[in-house]
Nanobody, 115 residues
Framework: QVQVVESGGGLVQPGGSLRLSCIVS????????MNWYRQAPGKQRELVAG???????RYEDSVKARFTISRDNAKNMVYLQMNNLRPEDTVVYYC?????????WGQGTQVTVSS
């Protein structure tokens, strides 16, 4: 079975940094576009960052200068380096593995940015 598991969330002060990690098992990781989404209570999930199979990256505008997505196909992992965190980044972050026919989701990791 395919499993997607996030880690790395936690509590940081404004201006601080976190690195989220996501490991995918049970499938060929390199065949998937990988994305990080976030979802605040009562809101729809929004795409934060994505990295395609070919390595092309995309970011939501508010995080472009602060977040970096990367992947390590040898480890079946995708990362989201988050710098200069703001209180409005406080939300649950989800890892998504995507193809046109199948996609898989992690259960989320909480990021809290507070003094």
């Amino acid at each position: 079975q395919v499993q997607v598991v996030e880690s790395g969330g936690g509590l940081v002060q404004p201006g601080g940094s976190l690195r989220l990690s996501c490991i995918v098992s049970g499938t060929v990781f390199s065949n998937y576009d990988m994305n990080w989404y976030r979802q605040a209570p009562g809101k729809q999930r929004e795409l934060v960052a994505g990295i395609l199979i070919g390595g092309r990256k995309r970011y939501e505008d508010s995080v472009k200068a602060r977040f970096t997505i990367s992947r390590d196909n040898a480890k079946n992992m995708v990362y989201l380096q988050m710098n200069n965190l703001r209180p409005e980044d406080t939300v649950v972050y989800y890892c998504n593995a995507y193809t046109s026919f199948r996609q898989y989701w992690g259960q989320g990791t909480q990021v809290t940015v507070s003094s």
